[in-house]
């Protein structure tokens, strides 16, 4: 169905090729410090990123996403963040982040936090994306958010008077986007929930986009409003088939829910959790290496098929 | 609590669906008096029809055959600040007397006893549907006079009304716990008793109740699930017993 | 590929069908006095609702639209529309629109203008879907816009205390977007160029939605990414194929260019045009007797097969 | 006019397409030089890779074939003002000697002698990309010393420079006429005249322009259209001479 590259970047062809390994993606790109996103709302979650940066152990990162989301409550647990920026930290259908919980809780390890609703997310990235330095919304009356969180502030229309909340812009330094596919160009596919990962990569100075399969330019020239991120914002593409896993990509694998289940035994133990990453993340050179120690993952979660008919854009 | 749930839902409305219970109240809904009812998920999702139980509200059959599945952006944007959403469901930790919800901590922000996740979309949901749902089992701990932490507003929150916020939806107008049902007065917005549950004696529900409950002066007594009712649940819906434990 | 309905709407066998004629759309949400939008980029401009408006003779129109287009310039000549709100007015490719200059230039008839740029009419639809009483914007220093049109003020940000553009809300009485496909509930899909139709149909309090094809839901729902205006905002489906003649369809018919063309000539001449308002708006009962009237048009523009393959939506 | 605007491009750019001589330059641009170079139109497309000569910025061979086609709201708000374009290409019915453009009216904006059509994008093409490249056949009536109406803002407008308004493109650097090149000045940001076409004499562009034009101490000779340029625009590009009345 799709031109899918079976042999190296080059071999697609294409001169100027954004193509990396993960390795060498994130040793690129994100440094310690740094203003880190790894979005996706439940779908598409770029854990294969995660496990890297915690390989590589970078420090004092601040971490942003509206659902920190299991691959968070890792990078916590390996001391990779200094501080956390989101709007929902649990275990999605399952119940707490025990390693986020620890830190905020009891300062094991510390952690900085600044906390919104979505909506209050999705405006920053929002303004970050648009270039504007605030962007409106009605929200936060009566709740205490503002007032845990200063920097929800409030802004006049101009045409009514009325006072709306505001929110600042976000630029984090680098956005990880993982996609079903890409050209190696970077310019993205995605669909099934699309998040808010378009309005990430566009207010980031850098985007890495992780894919599932790697397409030649004419798979994305076929379908163009398919096209979630445009190359000309991309820095590296790394083709990284499963790397979403345990969290899912549409048409490709269902969420690994028995993972999301047994990681609430898990991190509940500073010990159990430290040894998973011994094992899974500092255990394991790469993806395909942790892949291997999953044996049965890609019968139990492939997904079965459900194409839908092309449209026509001829004219 | 599910089948009293589904039973708020009228057919044809647009309802923004947290998981678990009100998720499952949706979906029974639809299998029953509400076919035409429009499930709208903060992931993005509209119209879905899942075919599993989902098992969050990113799961993977809210995608596949829904109407439309748009950004985060146009979900909290055009569908909820829109005013487009007829009925949101909330559920917490702590519900208070004017149906105000603590889901970020128990005891102090800055040093707290129980770090709860916190938002997620449920403060705009509070402020913009039309009318919300709480769904909560009963107890004095989950039911305090007044919350830690005000996440999503209730009818009256920080010594002002909805009106005097300026918030555009009605607020929760019912809360449906496993005892029986309190409604919101239409005069100051506390939450009084207004149902029970067969074979609930009022003493049953004060007594987990953290203020001085009022109740309304005819009490009504909740219909009990019929057999086809918990027949979808039981058999269709939730066969592997994922949100119906005792409920 | 899809399917598509061949009999009546109750054909496909749904309940509560918003089906209608055009006749009854334009004669049940169209009013005398009410702001109005018929958008599309180009791409799917609905003529055929235009020319109804004018066949139903409905006066004091605030019509507003990022590019007025031909169909504005023949409901300005028909003296349908009081004001118009707009930022590009022109016959694209081709030059100007000659009644709207005759009626800004002479006052024949008197038309009321409000003057934006591109930007700022999409933010002012932008601020009305969001339901946000402004949109702030950075644009417009050194221009005389906003000396000619002082709706367009200033905002300060309360983060960097920058002052910004801002545009009020624009809620239009109704709105109507032509599409590729809509089931009878009004689910519609659009691909190839977007406009602001999505922004436009939030912000109104109704929709119209007019298609080339209906079609089953499960069309729409095999492929939900494609939906772009939901159902629940939709008032009425309105099945008109070539309704977008002399604009286009992605994957149905081409641009009829020899019509911009010629457009220039009639509009020139106020009598050449009211002649031509008089055979194919007026002369006519609906669009498929304004089909009849172009002899070998749809073989002359229907759009070649360029399908794009699926993606599988399985889990 | 078109070979030497196509000239301005380099590879592998990002540039925002005008209709007319714009598209015909970045089309010449990508068949020669610039392979790389991404063509995006505020309608929408990007990476458009038209197989004819597009009639509007909105034709359809625009969409076909193209790398992404998205909403008018990002190609304003994320592309644009997020200030991702690297060159636009602006034209008008009149330029002054800082660059503003009008096209919008001649005469008085309330009784105009000739309306226009009006900014369309041009106003924030002019603020936002990177560079700007103006096109013009030379006229005193297209080169006022001081435009009717600022459409799209210059070097300096209404006394103020672009640094001094905020504005974040670097404005026009280049007006390319059908006798010679202006180019702004690193000073004032007046446009001054930088080259001239072959076989044109200075008078024959100053008398042309409706305020004292300065000319740079040395005047550079643009070079002519070589076979191959020639050949693309007649035979490929532009074969029913759509856009080439003798540029």
């Given amino acids: 169905m799709s031109e899918a590259a079976t042999g190296a970047p080059g071999a697609l062809g294409i001169a100027s090729s954004k193509v990396l390994s993960m390795r060498e993606a994130i040793a690129r790109y994100v440094h310690d410090g740094d203003t880190v996103v790894i979005e996706g709302f439940t779908h598409l979650i770029c854990f294969a990123a995660g496990h890297e940066i915690i390989r590589q152990k970078r420090r004092d990162l601040v971490l942003c996403r509206l659902t920190p989301d299991l691959i968070y409550d890792q990078l916590i647990a390996a001391a990779c963040a200094r501080k956390l920026v989101f709007s929902w930290a649990g275990n999605p259908g399952v119940g707490s982040l025990h390693a986020f919980r620890r830190a905020v809780e009891r300062g094991r390890p510390p952690l900085e936090i600044e906390e919104y609703s979505h909506f209050g997310m999705v405006a920053r990235f929002s303004a970050g994306a648009a270039h504007l330095p605030f962007w409106p919304l009605r929200d936060y009356q009566g709740t205490d958010i503002p007032v845990s969180n200063p920097l929800i502030k409030q802004v006049t229309c101009p045409f009514t008077g009325e006072s709306l909340a505001a929110v600042p812009a976000l630029n984090p330094d680098v956005t990880i986007v993982h996609a079903q596919r890409a050209d190696a160009e970077g310019n993205a596919q995605i669909w099934g929930l699309l998040g808010v990962q378009k309005e990430a990569a566009f207010a980031s100075k850098h985007v890495i986009v992780v894919v599932e399969e790697l397409v030649s330019t004419s798979v994305v020239r076929a379908d163009p409003n398919r096209t979630l991120i445009p190359g000309v914002i991309v820095d590296a593409v790394v083709v990284e088939p499963w790397g979403a896993h345990p969290s899912y990509a549409q048409g490709h694998y269902d969420r690994d829910n028995e993972f999301y289940v047994a990681w609430d035994d898990i991190a509940r133990d500073p010990a159990t959790l430290a040894s998973y990453l011994d094992k899974y993340v500092m255990g394991v050179s790469d993806r395909s290496e942790y892949l291997t120690l999953h044996e049965g993952l890609t019968t139990r979660l492939a997904a079965r098929d459900m194409f839908c008919a092309g449209v026509n854009y001829g004219y | ?247």
């Fill in chain 2, 1 to 247: 609590m599910t089948v009293v749930a589904a039973r708020e839902l009228r057919d044809g409305e647009i309802v923004f669906v947290g998981i678990g219970l009100p998720n499952l109240a949706c979906n029974l809904a639809r299998a029953t008096h509400a076919p035409g009812l429009v499930l709208i998920y903060e992931s993005g999702a509209i119209g879905a029809i899942p075919e599993r139980l989902p098992v969050s509200i990113g799961d993977p059959s809210l995608v596949t055959g829904s109407l439309m599945v748009t950004g985060m952006a146009d979900v909290f944007q055009l569908f909820l600040q829109g005013g487009r959403i007829e009925v949101g469901f909330l559920g917490g930790a702590q519900i208070d007397k004017y149906g105000n919800i603590n889901t970020t901590v128990v005891g102090d922000y800055e040093k707290p006893k129980v770090r709860l996740p916190g938002s997620g979309g449920a403060a705009e949901i509070a402020i913009h549907a039309r009318r919300t749902v709480i769904i909560s089992r009963l107890s004095t701990r989950a039911f305090p006079e007044s919350v830690d932490y005000i996440t999503s507003p209730g009818n009256r929150s920080k010594g002002k009304s909805r009106k005097e916020w300026g918030m555009p939806g009605a607020g929760p107008v019912k809360v449906i716990t496993d005892r029986g049902v309190l409604c919101a007065s239409d005069v100051d917005g506390e939450m009084e008793l207004a149902a029970l549950y067969p074979g609930v004696a009022l003493e049953d529900v004060t007594s987990r109740v953290g203020w001085a409950l009022r109740a309304r002066e005819s009490l009504e007594m909740v219909a009990p699930p019929d057999a086809e009712e918990l027949r979808l649940l039981r058999e269709v819906l939730d066969p592997g017993k994922l949100y119906l434990k005792g409920s």
